[in-house]
């Protein structure tokens, strides 16, 4: 069976730590891997973190690093 290659993208900002630390970068770690290993499709190829930048915009390098990756079909976007 071809698996699908994944990345996981974890975000937090400042702004975000104040507000919402249930969802601390480790927790998203935790879970976002969960998911992706209980998921026989999925392969977990790389995992990209912006922490401290804010989602309002695109300038996170950890997301530019996606993207590029996803340009260059080293993952599959579903």
Known sequence: MKKF???????????DEKNYESESIKNQKVMLTEFVNNN????????????????????????????KDIQNKKLIVL
């Open 5 to 15: 290659k994944t990345c996981i993208y974890l975000r937090l900002s400042k702004e």
């Open 40 to 67: 026989n499709e999925l392969e977990l190829v790389s995992t990209r973190i912006d922490d401290g930048y804010s989602g309002s915009d695109f300038e996170r390098p950890a997301f530019k690093e996606m993207i």
